[in-house]
Each structure stands twice: as C-alpha cells, then as structure tokens.
Nanobody, 125 residues
Framework: QVQVQESGPGLVKPSQTLSLTCTVS??????????WSWIRQPPGKGLEWMAL???????WYNPSLKSRTAISRDTSKNQFSLQLTSVTPDDTATYYC?????????????????WGQGTQVIVSS
C-alpha cells in the first residue's frame, strides 16, 4: 500500500520560497499511470489542488498558482517536491501530498488513494 509523508518548514517569511518534500513508500514515483499531487487547505477553506507530476515526469499546474509553483522529483530518493515562490500570508495552509492511480489532475479528495498527514505552513514575519 502506497504511503506518502510531507516534510518541510512550518514557518516561512513573506516573499520567501516555500519548499516541501513528499517521501513515498510502498510504491515508486515512476510507477506507470501514477500521479503525485500537492494540495493545500487554508484555514477555514476547502481543498485547493496545486500541482501534479505524472510517473513519466510530466507536470500539471493550477493556473492560478502556475507562475509561482514548481513540482519536481528525485527518483533516487523516491520523493517529489514543491516550491512556491514569493509567498504571502494568503499561502498559510496545511499542505498535503497525495497519490492517485491516474495521470490527470484532480482536486477531489476521494480520487486519491493515499494522503499524507499534512504539514502546517504559516507565512508570517
């Protein structure tokens, strides 16, 4: 059974770059037809899908975040990562990594078969 776990800083200053890593176990980031996503949930709001990387390295981005977001992977470590640049307090949220058996992006939580516990990120000076 695939498991994913987020890691990263809990506090980031405005204008800085947020970097998060998701470690995958029980499967490979290169498994055919797998998609690996970053999703966030601001306090009191719903889930917001941010980015997805497919098993072959293709990427999808939420258009509203595309200019500030980059998803990447390290196949040797079986990890994928998120970078969000020029953060503001509006980027304060719980950030999740998730896995699904599809190469297409989705913001629907039930369409993912594995979720990390989430990591809370606060953007504040």
């Amino acid at each position: 059974q695939v498991q994913v776990q987020e890691s990263g800083p809990g506090l980031v200053k405005p204008s800085q770059t947020l970097s998060l890593t998701c470690t995958v176990s029980g499967d490979s980031v290169t498994t055919t037809n797998r998609g690996w996503s970053w999703i966030r949930q601001p306090p009191g709001k719903g889930l917001e899908w941010m980015a997805l990387m497919t098993y072959d390295g293709s990427t999808w981005y939420n258009p509203s975040l595309k200019s500030r977001t980059a998803i990447s992977r390290d196949t040797s470590k079986n990890q994928f990562s998120l970078q969000l640049t020029s953060v503001t307090p509006d980027d304060t949220a719980t950030y999740y990594c998730a896995a699904r058996l599809s190469m297409w992006p989705s913001g629907v939580d039930s369409e993912y078969d594995s979720w990390g516990q989430g990591t809370q990120v606060i953007v504040s000076s």
